[in-house]
């Protein structure tokens, strides 16, 4: 993604860069709350992915939590 031939944005390679991480024995907290600047969330196919930690990915995540999760037939129109 931050790679000189990669089509990202300049702007969003910054943002990637500036993400502090974290060691690996606490890589699994970014599945409850942004660990190291990293948000799991569930992508469209129901897979986990992580990404940087946004308010937009943060929105992603609240939605995962409260709406996603719901059976298609118990999701409000």
């Known amino acids: ?8 944005s300049p702007s969003v ?5 500036a993400a502090s991480g974290v060691d690996d024995a606490a890589w699994d907290g970014n599945y409850s709350e942004p660990t190291g600047g990293i948000l799991a969330v569930h992508s469209e196919l129901s897979e986990r992915i992580h990404m940087v930690a946004t308010r937009g990915v943060k929105l992603w995540r609240e939605f ?3 709406v996603f999760k719901l059976l298609k037939e118990k ?3």
């Open 75 to 77: 999701r409000t129109t």
């Open 13 to 17: 390679k910054d943002l990637i860069v």
């Open 1 to 8: 993604m931050v790679a000189k031939e990669a089509h990202t």
């Open 64 to 66: 995962d939590d409260s």
